[in-house]
């Protein structure tokens, strides 16, 4: 059964690393997008990150540029998502999706639509000294 499967996460203090990865098991990403979204407790949802498979194209968060970096590995369809300079803002379940396009993922996300083709399990960041 296709789906995506999420690791990484974790704890770490602030202003330290956590590395997630998300991969596509059982498909193939395809001229699709892949990216993250968060949900902290008593938040609205937000936009992490997305990359294109076809061309690279990348998007970030407010929030988050210059701090995530978002990439893909075409062999193994897996996307990496390496966060640096954590803050106590960061603390939030991680989920990766995969749609058509990054403003769509971005869109469905905040939206709470969730009409992704697939969705990750989600993966819990917690950034507390």
């Not at 892949?34 to 949900?39: A, C, E, L, P, S």
């Not at 390496?82 to 996300?109: F, H, K």
């Amino acid at each position: 059964q296709a789906h995506l499967v999420e690791s990484g996460g974790g704890l770490v203090q602030p202003g330290g690393s956590l590395r997630l990865s998300c991969a596509a098991s059982g498909f193939t990403l395809d001229s699709s997008v892949i990216g993250w979204f968060r949900q902290a407790p008593g938040k609205e949802r937000e936009g992490v990150a997305c990359i294109s498979e076809s061309d690279g194209k990348t998007f970030y968060g407010d929030s988050v540029k210059n701090r995530f970096t978002i990439s893909l590995a075409n062999a193994n369809n897996t996307a990496t998502l390496q966060m640096n300079s954590l803050s106590p803002e960061d603390p939030a379940v991680y989920y990766c999706a995969t749609s058509w396009g990054c403003s769509r993922l971005i869109s469905s996300a905040v939206r709470r639509h969730n009409d992704f083709n697939y969705l990750g399990q989600g993966t819990q960041v917690t950034v507390s000294s």
